[in-house]
């Protein structure tokens, strides 16, 4: 399969995906409330520290693995299937006490419930990472797809009768088992099942480091929700996290879908000794000509966006929601750094990095969280950005790029977030950042900003409009 066929399938599975998740999310955020909201985002953050483990890193390991053995894939589903029964026992032990710490009984329901999921887990991750591995993109867009489906209903059917916050930990549960089912009736992979502890060490050593990094980034993502928890209120923490929902759209609408079709093509790359560079800067150009206007974009028009999806019980993450698309704007190179790295064999440098970035996020969380969300948001911009300039050196050493073309493409990025961002600007300036005429004023920045991002696109010939040139010609 193409690259270009992979992403375009990778594409339509996330917006797919994207679109059942917001009209959840629009439906959820007005049945539960926001301390509902903070009490499942923090245990979701507690747990996603347990997550890294889930497989040490086997599954990328079975991608990226130059000569595929028996043996290998006999090693890579044991480490799976052995710490996805450890975890969700580990989760078990932990419920009481996380509870206990928090002063939430409600906590203890969904961490018993999150531990079936872990269990069952690797049941789909093990045919997952072999489907990653054979480029079959269709298939695993049919999977997320239906992933997607089964948790948005579940969701929004659970909340509606009344199950709390633990509604959102059933959705996820339930679609690890729709999953399961679909990747049988679909795939019907012809793998070993039996499990064997030969090659386990190499496994684990492989994914060691990765799991690392990993954990690493958890921890800093996590920790303003985690700490604003306990150092203020959940409904603190619950506001925090709906505005870091919609900043985060980009990671799924773009971000989740280059990656799903990154790590093979550039393990597939870096096999073959192409140049990595030169697809680097490729990739970095069309992320950043993406994240950036869209991220401008939601700094403007945070206010309406969150009224619109969310309702107006979420006005208070109006203002963090606008620094943190800064933020994020400013750490996206990061995000197009780490793949390329691991595709190369960095994962040492990488976790050296990530672990710079985590003590530099804990920071800025610790003083944030003691003020307020809108400082805590402007003292993580200023974390991404030290983080961004430690990536962007290992990644020129190890890619081996140009500083002059990695200036280029964030010149040709930054005119079309420029251009997208004109008419959104004079229509909050002329209407006012809070207008209370939330459609009439949306429309016209929506329409104004997505004509200026074409032009501007065409007029720099940026690689953005390249690619949908090329798709369109096909």
Request: charged share 10%.
């Amino acid at each position: 399969m193409s690259t270009r066929k992979a992403l375009a399938l990778s594409f339509l599975d996330r917006y797919s995906g994207l679109i059942l998740h917001t009209v959840s999310a629009m439906v959820v955020a007005r049945l539960l409330t926001p301390a509902e909201l903070g009490v499942y985002s923090v245990t979701m953050v507690l747990l996603g520290f347990i997550a890294t483990f889930r497989d040490m890193g086997a599954g990328q390991y079975l991608v990226q693995q130059k000569e595929l053995t028996e043996e290998r894939i006999r090693a890579t589903w044991s480490v799976q299937l052995g710490l996805g029964l450890a975890l969700a026992l580990l989760v078990l032990a932990a419920a009481v006490p996380t509870a206990s710490f928090y002063h939430e009984p409600r906590m203890l329901e969904i961490m018993a419930v999150l531990a079936l999921n872990f269990a069952i887990t690797p049941f789909l991750a093990f045919p997952y990472a072999w489907l990653t591995r054979e480029m079959r993109f269709g298939t695993i867009a049919a999977l997320r797809f239906t992933g997607s489906v089964v948790h948005a209903g579940t969701a929004i059917g659970f909340a509606w009768i009344g199950y709390g916050p633990v509604s959102l930990a059933w959705a996820n549960t339930l679609t690890t088992v729709s999953g399961i089912l679909a990747v049988w009736i679909l795939a019907r992979p012809n793998m070993p099942w039996k499990t064997s502890l030969r090659g386990v060490s190499e496994v684990v050593s492989f994914g060691g480091q990765l799991t690392l990094t990993s954990l690493m980034n958890t921890l800093a993502s996590g920790a303003p929700e985690l700490f604003l928890g306990k150092m203020q209120s959940m409904v603190e923490a619950g506001y925090f996290s709906r505005a870091q929902g919609l900043v985060s759209m980009f990671q799924r609408l773009v971000m989740d879908a280059v990656n799903a079709v990154a790590l093979p093509y550039f393990a597939k790359q870096s096999r073959e000794a192409h140049d990595l560079g030169s697809t680097f800067i490729v990739a970095m150009e069309l992320v950043t000509g993406l994240a950036w206007p869209f991220f401008i974009g939601i700094a403007i028009l945070a206010h309406p966006a969150i009224a619109i999806l969310y309702g107006n019980q979420w006005g208070e993450a109006v203002d963090p929601a606008r620094w943190l698309a800064l933020s994020c704007a400013i750490g996206i190179p990061s995000s197009v750094c780490y793949t390329p790295l691991v595709a190369v064999g960095a994962a040492s440098e990488t976790l050296k990095i990530a672990f710079v970035g985590t003590v530099l996020v804990l920071v800025a969380t610790l003083l944030g969280a003691a003020a307020d969300l809108v400082i805590l948001s402007q003292l993580l911009g200023v974390a991404a950005a030290l983080s961004a300039v430690l990536w962007l050196r290992l990644a020129k050493r190890r890619l081996e790029f140009s500083a002059a073309a990695l200036w280029r493409c964030w010149f040709k990025s930054l005119v079309l977030a420029v251009a997208t961002a004109a008419v959104p600007l004079a229509v909050v300036t002329e209407m006012g950042w809070r207008s209370p005429q939330i459609i009439l004023s949306t429309s016209i920045a929506a329409v104004g900003g997505a004509l200026g991002f074409l032009l501007a696109a065409w007029l720099t010939r940026h690689q953005v409009w390249i690619e949908v040139c090329k798709f369109i010609r096909r």
